[in-house]
């Protein structure tokens, strides 16, 4: 299996993966059509890049690549209540732990104590259990299932940084077209790009598909409140990394194929199932941190999309491509108005070239 070898940097603070992002390039909404987007791509060998359009991803992958998707499904996760002294109160779920249960955030003016009532827009409520690595553990008392009580009463949770509330739309494009284990409370964002027809061209070419499932949660957003990065403790996430999966990545190579990720949390599952440069069969969670010096045993590329500066996910990419190769990139994306985060435009980072 390939490594790719980057030497640590002493002491990496935060403050080092910091970049300069106008406002008005954060991405509010998705455009018409997913694969419409732009694709940054990222020659790692050459330290070269090209300005290209996603829907011409086809062109850069090859019969026998792999493709690997993660299938986690977007639960509506925002919910509304009233505490019992009448403040409003906003619930996101962070990690469904049971048919009734869920770690969350709470919005709220001031935070409730253990064995308080949240009552929802049904007239149904929850129960505070107590506290959680800072977030609330509730049960919801409600006659059915978690899962559907937020099918009924829940909004799509969009990223803090989409400064509007999620519309009808949201339930469609906030959701990867190849969803189907649903757990996650934030898109794998990368998959966003996908739609039939560009699938349709991925199989005609010869490339195969893949798929894990990480479920995402609210703490992807968290930020990094340490600055030296080795202080930093990750979120916990639930994946599943199968034997059939495990079978396809090993033909792919053994037949001189590579494997692609789909997004960072794809990496994060499949490095999370590597022991010792093998992969193995893994259902469980992760609290991966990777971040520059890390030697990915896993993967020979990444479609991603672009990141909150400072955050772990642009720690991660900077560990695949060099640190300062992904910021001078950045700043090439900031300088010719590429679109940032979750509804934004794409890179594909090959680091033994194009």
Not at 18 to 37: C, G, I, N
Not at 183 to 204: K, S, Y
Not at 237 to 250: P, S
Not at 319 to 347: C, K, N, P, T, W
């Amino acid at each position: 299996m390939p490594r790719f070898p980057l030497p640590a940097a002493p002491a990496l603070k935060k403050s080092d993966f910091d970049f300069d992002l106008p406002h008005e390039l954060v991405a509010q909404a998705p455009l018409p059509e997913r694969s419409a987007s732009r694709m940054l791509l990222l020659d790692v060998a050459a330290q070269s890049r090209q300005d290209r359009l996603f829907r011409e991803l086809p062109d850069f992958l090859r019969p026998g690549d792999l493709l690997v998707f993660n299938d986690t499904r977007v639960l509506p996760a925002r919910l509304y209540g009233r505490k019992d002294t009448g403040g409003a109160v906003e619930i996101l779920i962070e990690r469904v732990t049971g048919a009734h249960e869920a770690v969350v955030q709470l919005g709220v003016s001031k935070k409730p104590k253990e064995g308080a009532r949240i009552e929802l827009a049904d007239s149904s409520h929850a129960l505070v259990l107590g506290r959680d690595e800072g977030f609330f553990r509730l049960r919801f008392e409600a006659p059915e299932p978690l899962e559907k009580l937020l099918l009924k009463l829940g909004e799509m949770p969009l990223p803090p940084y989409i400064e509007r509330h999620a519309d009808a739309s949201d339930m469609e494009r906030y959701q990867t077209v190849f969803a189907r284990e649903p757990g996650a409370v934030a898109a794998p964002t990368a998959g966003l790009h996908f739609d039939e027809a560009i699938l349709g061209r991925l199989r005609e070419r010869g490339v195969e598909f893949g798929y894990v499932t990480l479920h995402v949660g609210a703490g992807t957003f968290q930020p990094v409140r340490v600055d030296d990065l080795k202080d930093h403790c990750m979120h916990r996430e639930w994946l599943n990394v199968g034997a059939h999966l495990i079978g396809q990545i090993r033909r792919t190579r053994a037949n001189g194929g590579r494997v692609i990720a789909v997004g960072t949390t794809v990496v994060r599952a499949l490095e999370s199932a590597s022991r010792d440069g093998e992969l193995h069969p893994f259902a469980g969670e992760t609290q991966i941190f990777i971040f520059p010096g890390y030697r990915f045993s896993s993967i020979d590329g990444l479609i991603t999309n672009f990141h909150l500066p400072q955050s772990t996910l642009l720690m991660l990419v900077s560990a695949l491509a060099g640190r300062e190769f992904i910021l001078d990139s950045y700043r090439h994306a900031v300088e010719q108005r590429y679109r940032f985060f979750s509804y934004g435009d794409a890179m594909l980072i090959l680091p033994h070239g194009a």
